[in-house]
Structures are given as structure tokens and as C-alpha cells.
């Protein structure tokens, strides 16, 4: 792809999949949403805990935050075919300045390679941008090596150390 950056700040591609419309899920997507997500990996998991009820949970606590919100990714049959979550927030560093978090991004493993992914991150740019954020960050596991040169190859690159610690 041909990627370029603007004065904006939101980098662009001039083959994005005009197909892929990608909305705010709602309560009613719980089951797709559950679905997507455990497929996240590439290796056929069960649905690592995740189902309707506690989907819908999690969005619900969602909804505590303002600007964060879960995605949809629908092909033009309107079947589900991604998922993504972005938040919008500011902090203390930079002034203030707005940023954006992007997680739990996953392309159903039928659909992956031909350009969904791609269309739902142009999408979660267009979002942080229009909500004046100054960059889009994310995490992705280190063993995901093939999702990590998809986000290099939109041009994501790595900033920092990401480190965590298990409370529970």
C-alpha cells in the first residue's frame, strides 16, 4: 500500500476497501462481537471466556468513559468482519493534548489479508483525528508477529516499551 502522511497527522491510503462500512456497536452486537474476539489469535480458540452476557457487560462499564467505544467492521453483505476498540482521553503529559488508545483489534480469520484490517484502522485514525487527537497508540502481544508487520506496514512504529504487571 501506498501509505503517506498528511499535515493533519492521519496517515492515508489510496487503496482502502470503500466496502467495509464500520459503525459503533451496540448492545444487540454482544454474540458477533464475543465471536470476533475469540478469534484474535491465530490458532482456533474456544471463546476464551468471552460470551454475550459478559460482552454486554463489558460494554455497559464501557460506557463510565466517555470516548470509549466499540466498532463494528460489516462487509457489503452487512456480515460482521471486524472489531476494534478506540479510546479518546487526555492526560496530564503533553499539556493535555487529546490521544487515542486503539485495542482488541481483530479481522475474522476468513477475512484476514484482504484489506479489512486496513479499512478499520484508516477508520480509527479518521475518529482520533476528528476528535483532535495529537497520535493513535496501541499494544499488540509479542507473539503476534504478522499483526505487528500489518501495523508497521500502515506505518505504525514502535515507541517505547510497553510493560504490565498481573494484579489478579
Same mark, same amino acid.
Given at each position: ?61 464501557? %460506557?463510565?468513559?466517555?470516548? /470509549?467505544?466499540?466498532? #463494528?467492521?460489516?462487509?457489503?453483505? $452487512? !456480515? ?64 503476534? %508477529?504478522?499483526?505487528?508487520? /500489518?501495523?508497521?506496514? #500502515?506505518?505504525?512504529?514502535?515507541? $517505547? !516499551? ?7
Amino acid at each position: 500500500m501506498n501509505m503517506r502522511r498528511h499535515t493533519e497527522g492521519v496517515a492515508e491510503s489510496t487503496g482502502v476497501r470503500s466496502d467495509i462500512a464500520v459503525r459503533e456497536a451496540v448492545a444487540g452486537d454482544a454474540e458477533v462481537l464475543a465471536r470476533l474476539l475469540a478469534q484474535m489469535d491465530d490458532e482456533p480458540s474456544e471463546t476464551d471466556g468471552f460470551n454475550a452476557a459478559l460482552t454486554r457487560q463489558i460494554m455497559a462499564d464501557m %460506557k463510565s468513559y466517555p470516548d /470509549f467505544k466499540a466498532y #463494528l467492521a460489516l462487509d457489503e453483505a $452487512g !456480515v460482521p468482519v471486524g472489531t476494534f476498540s478506540l479510546m479518546v482521553f487526555c492526560s496530564l503529559s503533553h499539556r493535555g493534548s487529546r490521544q487515542a488508545l486503539l485495542d482488541a483489534v481483530v479481522v475474522c480469520r476468513e477475512r484476514r489479508g484482504q484489506g479489512v484490517g486496513e479499512a478499520m484502522l484508516q477508520r480509527a485514525l479518521h475518529i482520533a483525528a476528528g476528535s483532535g487527537c495529537y497520535k493513535l497508540s496501541l499494544s499488540s502481544n509479542i507473539k503476534r %508477529k504478522d499483526a505487528h508487520r /500489518f501495523y508497521e506496514r #500502515l506505518g505504525f512504529s514502535q515507541h $517505547g !516499551v510497553s510493560l504490565s504487571i498481573e494484579l489478579a
